[in-house]
């Protein structure tokens, strides 16, 4: 499905008028992967996954994903939902330093995809694991209404900790 949901729209319009390069949300392209510019932090959560593009792909094939990027054409934020089983999709996202800058506009939006996953693949969970370590995630994810569940030990390839976070509806 390519439709773009209404959120894309709303968004990129309440912004229009402050006449600076505003971030713009479309829907996710495969060639967008080549486009970002990863913080060191994602680079190190995907380093060791010779397939990570087509990890991502997948992701992209099985839920909802969009693309912030801006009017010069750099990439702040490639994220989404994927649907694992019935009922049950799992956040991700992979951003670059523009998101600190749009942090505002970026979280309406990804706050909006998770919304819409939620009724568009009529699901009553939605998961996202963060390193323990990375405080301003947990900060972020808690803003978005998820709360954290519980830590999974030696979770990735280095053997760190998560904490798994959800959100029900």
């Known amino acids: 499905d390519t439709a773009v949901p209404a959120y894309h729209s709303q968004y990129y319009r309440h912004y229009r008028y402050r006449r600076k390069l505003i ?24 380093e060791r996954m010779d397939n990570w593009r087509d990890v991502i792909r997948k992701q992209t094939e099985n839920g909802s994903s969009a693309t912030g990027i801006d009017d010069n054409g750099m990439v702040g934020v490639i994220g989404g939902v994927c649907v694992v089983r019935d009922g049950v999709g799992v956040a991700w996202a992979i951003t670059s330093d523009l998101i600190v800058k749009y942090k505002i506009y970026a979280h309406r939006v990804i706050r909006d995809v998770v919304n819409d996953s939620f009724e568009r693949f009529n699901l009553h969970r939605v998961e996202a694991s963060i390193i323990v370590d990375h405080t301003v995630s947990h900060r ?3 803003r978005l209404g998820f709360k954290k569940e519980g830590l999974m030990r030696k979770f ?3 053997q760190r900790d998560y904490y798994l976070y959800a959100r029900v509806k």
């Open 23 to 46: 971030p713009r949300v479309i829907p996710f392209e495969a060639r967008h992967l080549d486009m970002i510019r990863m913080r060191r932090f994602d680079i190190g959560s995907i």
């Open 156 to 158: 990735d390839h280095k």
């Open 140 to 142: 972020w994810v808690e």
